[in-house]
């Protein structure tokens, strides 16, 4: 891990931070019995990298003008962001009970304009990319020097919309674009790959086909995401980057990852309880 990953998570191993994410979104999803929950525990290890070790963000100054900006597209995977959030210190931990409910700052599609930390009102899919490039350009002309990082899903890269925002980061030069892809290989009715294949070739070499600087990683593996986080940061080329990160949904609770389907589930009553004691079993340093 680098020296900057140590500054930015104090004494906590990202792979505590990846826990914790876990645990808030397991204890939010717990509050209605169902949710986006595997899309969560998927993208834990991305979103403790993230939040942990890439971007620059005051915890008490959310709005801060110089912070990177975090847009996610995926408005169903608010559940994770929240959890993120809380991690963070941003939304505190003792909203976790009313997760979904009336008045809740934490409704179950995030909207921007309820949630501290969270930028962008996501969820018609396709549209987060357009938004994080115009940001990108903005702030560019602004010289303000923030990155921006948008997370999108895989079934966003069914999208033209997402095409467009493609080829005018290109043409845009825009360097301090970040793309995270989540791609889980799933869709609300099964494998991304068999909606909307990308044979001939991978979506690393789609993406670099198009221009962008692009690298495909282990999205649970919290050593790979450092480092490809980090080049994607520190490249002097005036390219736009984006990270593709194979995740597994459900990741770390076994019996959920065993699931066929897990685009939306409905957990029992006892088996938030077993998840809960799973992860408490695992306990990273
Ligand atoms: C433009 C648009 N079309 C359709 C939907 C309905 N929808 C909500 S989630 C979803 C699945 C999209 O794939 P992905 O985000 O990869 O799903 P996950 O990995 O969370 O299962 C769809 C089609 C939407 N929200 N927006
Ligand atoms: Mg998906």
């Known amino acids: 891990m680098s020296a900057s990953s140590k500054k930015a998570t104090g004494n906590v191993s990202l792979a505590r ?11 939010m999803g717990k509050v209605q019995g169902q949710g986006y ?21 005051r915890r008490r100054d959310p709005e801060w003008e110089d912070r990177d900006r975090f847009y996610l597209s995926v408005g169903h995977y608010a559940i994770a962001l929240y959890a993120a959030l809380i991690e963070a210190g941003i939304i505190p931990e003792s909203e976790i009970g009313t997760y979904g409910m009336d008045e809740s700052r934490l409704p179950m599609s995030g909207m921007a304009a309820y949630t501290p930390g969270m930028e962008i009102t996501g969820g018609s899919l396709g549209q987060g990319l357009g938004i994080a490039v115009g940001a990108a350009l903005g702030l560019k002309r602004k010289g303000n020097p923030a990155f921006v990082y948008n997370m999108l899903s895989d079934g966003e890269l069914g999208e033209g919309s997402t095409w ?8 845009w030069k825009l360097d301090n674009l ?25 979506e690393q070499g789609k993406w670099a086909a198009f221009g962008w600087h ?10 790979e995401l450092v480092k ?21 949904m459900c990741k770390g609770v076994p019996f959920l990852e065993e699931r066929e389907k897990s ?13 809960l004691a799973h992860l408490d079993g695992e306990m990273p340093p």
């Open 37 to 57: 929950i595997g899309q969560a525990l998927g993208v834990a290890d991305v979103l403790a990298v993230t939040y942990f070790h890439a971007l620059n963000y």
């Open 214 to 223: 692009a690298q495909e990683v282990e999205g649970n593996d919290i050593e």
């Open 164 to 171: 467009e925002a493609v080829m005018s980061a290109v043409q």
């Open 178 to 202: 970040i793309a995270v892809v989540d791609f889980n290989n799933q869709q609300a009715d099964g494998p991304s790959r068999d909606a909307l294949a990308t044979e001939p070739g991978t």
């Open 17 to 27: 931070r990846a826990w914790s994410i876990r645990r808030h979104a397991l204890n």
């Open 263 to 275: 685009h939306f589930i409905r957990v029992e009553a006892d088996e938030w309880t077993k998840a």
């Open 228 to 248: 490809a986080f980090d080049r994607a940061r520190l490249l002097s080329d005036r390219r736009p980057r984006v990270i593709i990160c194979n995740t597994m």
